[in-house]
């Protein structure tokens, strides 16, 4: 064990042993420092820095080191391996429909890329037959046995990214449990699916919900005996990241476990490296490193959106990222590793949708941040900024209606994503100083209205055949997007109704419109046994009874003088009571309790607004 050179005593001569001090600093071998008991034994302290061998996963300066003994296979592991192939064995369904979808196009960088496609279909040629002809639970244990044996062994990666390429290395190292994971989350999500996008309602699954939930459980352990054997790179983050995904599918959108694994994969990140500049080598081909900083920008928008709608800081800031996520490292973007122009497209827009989601964490700063006398000034300067990244984004990822005829829907729907997570950044922003003016709560009225109309356009422009294949993007945006939004307009709605004088700050008729369809979508889009399903029919609730109060209430005049009001006799039929009116804004408690459960609040619609009808004019909007 080599110690730290102590620091000599004042008169020259060195500290006797006897007084060392207790947790003096060592070296434990792998290039990190830890603190030992100088009382430790010569054994334990040569075990625990590196002087024999590991039998655990260690951190060394770059990255994570495998085991150098392979560690024992015990009951307990082996007990959850024979769970998680029976689960392959027992509850496969045609998993073919959803993998053609997803990774033949834009869901090729969207889940994984080509070392997930190649990871699944080696699991399906190889693993899952071998599983079914297996006679006993020996032989599913000797199964066992040898995946645990190749996750142990380090990953070669090819140095080109073919298909075959990459099949054939993750047959000549073996199928490790990364790669069963990967099947077994395909098997999750495909039972999140429509059974009309799929085929799941041709199989004996025994029941629909529970299925999925095992299907999340054996990607859970296979992550754990990754981790327990050191199969720690590109694969094993990719599965951890797409988990965090299935997770709110099994449990919703709110569980605590999407929030626990979503800080899983910013550790991996860390642990790993990846955070880091990347340049390529001959152990890292330039497609390993594109992918890396695929997966990075996969991680940070996902870690964004998911502080944004549980109100938490988020666990990936990019002060930490040298990776090149930034905007300025944006221009010089060049992906490999995707066999089409718009497989390429789709790439881009997540590494430019990093550069979008500064703006979300910069806003997450200021909700988080406490009030601030400079808040507005700041906000204004993000807006600007804002304005600036939509204005610089490339031609081909930037959205117009116009998309949805010149490209398919599912690349039309990924580019409009990067449209909705831009404008909803400014949402949030109006959000923080909507009660500093009217000036500001115009402009949110605004936006709101422009997000609500792009999440309605995905369900207008998406065909009959292709809306089953979107319902996942389709259900989320309306959850986590357009319901919020939506609000604010009723709130609008309702506000110019109570205040004639001042019409409203949006177009009423294509509200009207835009919400009556979004009432019909939480009608249908989410199933009884979705995690979601109970949200979305309190919204279908709030927002029928809400659209029948405006539409029953007479279009909104200017007041008569009170010089003339003598002179007129009120129609009955015309009144607040007859209308069943009342103050629209504050006598529904049903309409009270869904902006408490969406955190939104009353009070700047209980104000009168400015006098100037212009002043929503001057919001920032991105254009």
């Not at 082996?78 to 990774?103: C, F, G, P």
């Not at 077994?184 to 919900?209: E, H, P, W």
């Not at 808040?375 to 998309?403: C, H, N």
């Amino acid at each position: 064990m080599t110690k730290n050179t102590l620091s000599p005593q004042p008169n020259g001569t060195a500290t006797p042993a006897s007084l060392i001090k207790l947790f003096e600093v060592v070296d434990r071998g792998t290039g990190l420092m830890c603190t030992l008991d100088s009382l430790t034994d010569e054994t334990t302290a040569n075990a625990r820095t590196g002087h024999v061998s590991h039998t655990y996963p260690t951190l060394t300066n770059d990255g994570v080191a495998s085991p150098s003994v392979a560690p024992a296979v015990t009951s307990a592991l082996m007990q959850d391996a024979l769970q998680v192939l029976q689960h392959l064995t027992v509850n496969t369904i045609n998993q073919e429909e959803l993998v053609s979808l997803w990774y033949d196009g834009s869901g090729m960088c969207a889940n994984g890329g080509i070392i997930a496609r190649s990871a699944w279909q080696t699991v399906h040629d190889v693993i899952v037959p071998l599983a079914m002809r297996s006679e006993s639970l020996q032989d599913l244990s000797t199964l066992a046995q040898s995946i645990f044996t190749s996750t142990w062994m380090p990953q070669q990666w090819p140095a080109e990214d073919s298909p075959t390429a990459l099949e054939e290395a993750h047959k000549l190292n073996g199928p490790s449990w990364a790669a069963v994971g990967m099947h077994c989350f395909i098997n999750g999500m495909a039972l999140s699916q429509s059974r009309a996008s799929t085929q799941a309602s041709q199989t004996a699954v025994k029941d629909y919900d529970v299925v999925r939930r095992e299907s999340f459980d054996a990607c859970l352990k296979c992550i754990n005996f990754c981790e327990r054997f050191g199969h720690m790179n590109e694969l094993t983050l990719c599965l951890l990241l797409r988990v965090s995904m299935l997770v709110t599918w099994c449990y919703g959108d709110d569980t605590y476990l999407a929030w626990r694994l979503t800080g899983d994969v910013s550790s991996m990140i860390f642990a790993l490296g990846y955070h880091e500049a990347q340049v390529p080598s001959a152990s890292v081909p330039p497609y390993l490193v594109d992918y890396r900083g695929n997966l990075v920008a996969m991680a940070y928008e996902v870690d964004k959106q998911l502080a944004t709608f549980t109100g938490r800081p988020p666990r990936l800031p990019r002060r930490y990222l040298t990776v090149g996520l930034s905007f300025n490292a944006m221009q010089a973007v060049q992906v490999t590793g995707f066999p089409t122009s718009d497989d390429r497209n789709v790439a881009l827009r997540y590494r430019y949708g990093a550069a979008v989601n500064e703006i979300r964490e910069d806003a997450l700063d200021l909700c988080f941040g406490g009030k601030s006398s400079e808040l507005v000034a700041q906000v204004e300067q993000l807006m600007v900024r804002a304005s600036f990244v939509w204005a610089s984004l490339p031609g081909d990822i930037k959205y117009t209606p116009a998309v949805w005829q010149q490209i398919k829907p599912m690349y039309a729907i990924g580019i409009l994503e990067l449209r909705i997570n831009l404008l909803y950044s400014e949402f949030l922003l109006g959000k923080l100083v909507m009660h500093h003016s009217a000036k500001y709560r115009d402009g949110l009225v605004q936006t709101s209205q422009s997000v609500l109309s792009l999440v309605v356009s995905a369900f207008n422009q998406t065909t009959i055949q292709e809306l089953p294949k979107h319902r996942i993007d389709l259900e989320w945006w309306t959850v986590l997007y357009a319901m919020p939004c939506a609000s604010i307009l009723v709130l609008e709605l309702f506000r110019s109704i109570e205040q004639p004088n001042h019409p409203a700050m949006c177009n009423r008729s294509a509200v009207i419109r835009d919400l009556s369809v979004l009432v019909s979508c939480c009608d249908w889009l989410v199933e009884p046994n979705n995690s979601n399903y109970a949200l979305c029919k309190q919204a279908q609730s709030v927002f029928s009874k809400s659209l029948d109060r405006i539409i029953n209430h007479s279009a909104p005049v200017p007041v008569i003088p009170a010089a003339q009001t003598s002179l007129a006799t009120p129609d009955p039929s015309t009144t607040d009571a007859a209308n069943g009116a009342g103050n629209m804004l504050t006598d529904d408690p049903e309409w009270l309790a869904w902006l408490d459960t969406i955190d939104l609040d009353l009070d700047p619609w209980l104000d009168q607004p400015g006098s100037d009808p212009t002043l929503a004019a001057n919001a920032t909007t991105f254009a």
